[in-house]
């Protein structure tokens, strides 16, 4: 069923299933990522819910506990001044702590969600919360095993973040389609700025609690751990839990180990974002591992936006030829940047990777006259260039201009 939906990505796990956007899509589908193109990630099965009988009940430590049919989540009599705004998804990792789910550069999105913010329906719906509520927590339909028990996905976020008016919206629409099934329909919960893991899909009960949910997504994982920390010390209560997505960018193209044949200049393309409500300001691509950095132009940057990626490209000039490794950091508006090594910032559940990414190119560069050269007389022999550890047929330099360069500067002291 989600293959077909979704077939054209790079399928990371099958079940659970998980799947990134293929990078021509990243770049290719623009400010906004297609709904059939858009990053999946998964803790169990996607559920069958039938949106004609649906209700989303709230509970815990509200004025009233209601349930409401999602026809009445929908009315804008009832939630009045519901409307289209763009509401961004975000969730870069790379590494993950399901071993089998390898994330990389493509699990980021960007679409527009349209529903309801959940401060609304708190009001409106449940004459609002308790004062000692301090947390909304959200029960998606989906189970997954954990350490051989069965839950339900269960996450919170705080209620300062649901008082920041349509910052936590509860949706049916995604880049103006229902929303698809594997996207959590009929019903999702969209945390802008946070990690992807407080979106919670397959929303059916949301909690007002005075602190954090139990759901061992929210308690268990998504942590940040001290470096120290190894396999067999790894006590959950030293990682803190990750809320705000902090500043990530990556290079969506070359990919690593692609082989380049330029003329002095390379261009690079990819995408950056910072969440929390910080927006990218500067995107710079280092030649040499992070010494050296180069900043994109304005120009060359998809406009800003709260809670949106920007996407980037720039040309860097490059001389030197084979491998060279080039890296990506973005500073964001509050003057956040990245780690320039992973090492740097080491986390050993692997969520949230957010150093400097980095890919290695076989650099070929046709403005040298030799290199020139040699591109032309295999094109004249009609081999082809790669691969690189290819022996070739012939010599490059003749015999006789050997000699002569021999004999201008000899190997060997004359006497
Ligand atoms: N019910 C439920 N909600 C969930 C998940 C899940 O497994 N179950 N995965 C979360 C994680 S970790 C992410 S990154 C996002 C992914 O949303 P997407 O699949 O629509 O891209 O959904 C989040 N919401
Ligand atoms: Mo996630």
Redesign the pocket.
């Given at each position: 069923m989600v293959k077909k939906e979704k077939h054209d990505m790079l399928h990371v796990l099958d079940f659970?299933y998980n799947g990134e956007t293929l990078a021509k899509y990243i770049l290719g589908d623009g400010k906004i990522t297609q709904n059939r193109h858009?990053?999946?990630?998964?803790?169990?099965g996607v559920p069958d819910i039938d949106p004609d009988c649906f209700e989303l009940e709230i509970g815990g430590l509200v004025n009233i506990p209601v349930r409401i049919p999602l026809r009445d989540l929908k009315d804008p009599a009832k939630f009045p001044g519901t409307r289209r705004r763009e509401q961004i998804?975000e969730?870069p990792?790379d590494g993950d702590e399901l071993i089998n789910a390898p994330w990389g550069e493509g699990?980021i999105?960007t679409a527009v969600y349209r529903g309801v913010p959940l401060k609304k329906v708190i009001k409106i719906a449940c004459g609002g919360k308790l004062p000692e509520c301090s947390h909304f927590e959200f029960i998606?339909?989906?189970t997954?095993f954990k350490k051989k028990e069965v839950y339900n996905?269960a996450v919170s976020v705080p209620w300062r973040k649901v008082r920041n008016n349509e910052e936590v919206l509860l949706a049916w629409e995604m880049n103006g389609e229902p929303l698809p099934r594997?996207?959590?329909a009929p019903l999702r919960v969209v945390v802008a700025g946070y990690?992807?893991?407080r979106?919670?899909?397959?929303?059916y009960r949301i909690n007002g609690l005075s602190e954090p949910s139990f759901g061992p997504v929210q308690r268990q994982e998504y942590l940040y751990y001290n470096q120290q920390i190894g396999k067999h010390n790894v006590y959950i209560s030293n990682g803190f839990s990750i809320q705000a997505m902090p500043v990530s960018s990556a290079i969506m193209s070359p990919k690593t180990k692609d082989t380049i044949i330029h003329d002095g200049k390379i261009e690079f393309k990819g995408w950056a974002y910072s969440g929390n409500g910080n927006w990218v300001e500067r995107v710079e691509v280092s030649p040499d591992g992070g010494h050296i950095w180069y900043a994109v132009a304005p120009e060359d940057m998809t406009e800003k936006y709260y809670y949106a990626w920007r996407l980037w490209k720039i040309e860097v000039p490059v001389d030197a030829e084979g491998w060279l490794e080039f890296c990506v950091r973005t500073w964001d508006s509050s003057n956040n940047t990245e780690p320039t090594y992973v090492r740097s910032a080491w986390n050993w559940d692997l969520h949230v990777t957010s150093s400097a990414h980095r890919i290695k190119i076989f650099s070929v560069n046709r403005s040298k006259p030799a290199t020139a050269k040699r591109l032309k007389q295999l094109e004249e022999l009609n081999e082809p260039f790669l691969p690189i550890t290819k022996p070739l047929e012939f010599t490059i330099q003749k015999f006789e201009d050997y000699e002569a360069e021999y004999k201008k500067y000899p190997r060997e002291p004359l006497e």
């Open positions: 659970p858009h990053f999946v990630r998964n803790h169990g998804e969730y990792g699990a999105g998606g339909a989906d997954y996905y594997i996207h959590g990690i992807g893991a979106s919670c899909k397959w929303v």
